[in-house]
T-cell receptor, first 109, second 113 residues
Framework: QKEVEQDPGPLSVPEGAIVSLNCTYS??????FMWYRQYSRKGPELLMY????GNKEDGRFTAQVDKSSKYISLFIRDSQPSDSATYLC?????????FGQGTELSVKP | SQTIHQWPATLVQPVGSPLSLECTVE??????LYWYRQAAGRGLQLLFY??????ISSEVPQNLSASRPQDRQFILSSKKLLLSDSGFYLC????????????FGPGTRLLVL
């Protein structure tokens, strides 16, 4: 079993839809959770960063962490074509990041 | 503000040739530095990380090596490339022990033929 599991998609939604991206993990020691966005042929850019359980909101993006279920989510409201990218979840342990496989999202105008 | 550079952006090399990829960070000191490889359709695999000059930790046995000759410079090398070394190589930096987030460079796309 991988330490971090993420549905690779691809996920296709119409513009304006609410998008839900998810990751599950097996290591209960993870404390820091991140979401990165990666456009085609570019380096990943940090979107959201949360510590422990709870919610964090930044504009149209909301990150949720449920440590009891070992489950994290990223919600995108009012999705735009510019949100089309691969979204990677990552979890930190001892200064190293463990990444999910990434979910490819396509938002159609 | 901090910036991270990688070069070259794209590289096509024959099997058996040497490799040198460079990563530099500006606007910070004593960062933790990381090399990742991303195969097509896959997540990121950590190859090496460094907490200081001359200090390199290897995550997976492979045909590659890393060096950190200066505080903000991280180099990925190979003496003889294999076909399986093809991929997207990403350098990342982390501000320090107080933060867990990492920030990525633009990447180098390597194709070994």
């Amino acid at each position: 079993q991988k330490e971090v599991e993420q549905d690779p998609g691809p996920l296709s939604v119409p513009e304006g839809a609410i998008v839900s991206l998810n990751c599950t993990y097996s290591n209960s020691a993870f404390q820091y959770f991140m979401w990165y966005r990666q456009y085609s042929r570019k380096g990943p850019e940090l979107l959201m960063y949360t510590y422990s359980s709870g919610n964090k909101e930044d504009g149209r993006f909301t990150a949720q962490v449920d440590k009891s279920s070992k489950y994290i989510s990223l919600f995108i409201r009012d999705s735009q074509p510019s949100d089309s990218a691969t979204y990677l979840c990552a979890m930190s342990q001892g200064g190293k990041l463990i990444f999910g496989q990434g979910t490819e999202l396509s938002v159609k105008p | 503000s901090q910036t991270i550079h990688q070069w070259p952006a794209t590289l096509v090399q024959p099997v058996g040739s040497p490799l040198s990829l460079e990563c530099t960070v500006e606007g910070t000191s004593n960062p933790n530095l990381y090399w990742y490889r991303q195969a097509a359709g896959r997540g990121l695999q950590l190859l090496f990380y460094s907490v200081g000059i001359g200090q390199i930790s290897s995550e997976v046995p492979q045909n590659l090596s890393a060096s950190r000759p200066q505080d903000r410079q991280f180099i990925l090398s190979s003496k003889k490339l294999l076909l399986s070394d093809s991929g997207f190589y990403l350098c990342a930096w982390r501000p320090g022990r107080q933060q867990e987030t990492q920030y990525f460079g633009p990447g180098t796309r390597l194709l070994v033929l």
